[in-house]
């Protein structure tokens, strides 16, 4: 059985990243205000995830993007859980904006609906914008996970 393993990107790795996350049509990262990391089966990269920091009180879970013929290998829940593990920015609220078919993965990590607590500007312009008729052509949903 081939072993996952999740390892925080470098700087040098950005442009790459970019370049994955351009194809599926994901905001760019800016690894300043970041913290991500890249999976790997057998030392081949296998997807990508990250932690965006919005301000001193509330992050951005996000970008979890797992390659399509690594799909069905539990590369997502490697991400989410190394990141959550591995969070280095304290005390926050993890916001997250997962397409609506995916809200049960979420939910295992902790996450709730949050639709009576108002998210950032920040995330709330993404929601919109998520949401327009001309991003994605599924729903995507705000979920949030107080950290304390």
Known sequence: ?????????????INWINKKYTEVDFVASNYEDEYIVIA???NENAGLGRLVKIDKNNIE?????????????????????????????????IWCLPFENLLNFYFKFGFDLCE???PPEKIADKLKWCNSES???KKVVLLCKKMN
Do not use: C, H, W
């Not at 081939?2 to 390892?7: A, C, H, N, P």
């Not at 829940?77 to 926050?92: G, H, R, S």
């Open 1 to 13: 059985m081939s072993k996952i393993t999740v390892i925080r990107a470098e700087k040098e790795d």
């Open 40 to 42: 790997k089966i057998d």
């Open 61 to 93: 879970l996000g970008g979890i993007y797992v390659f399509p013929n690594f799909r069905g290998k539990g590369i997502a829940e490697n991400i989410v859980q190394a990141l959550l593990a591995k969070n280095p920015f304290d005390k926050t609220t």
């Open 116 to 118: 009576n607590i108002p």
């Open 135 to 137: 991003t994605y052509n």
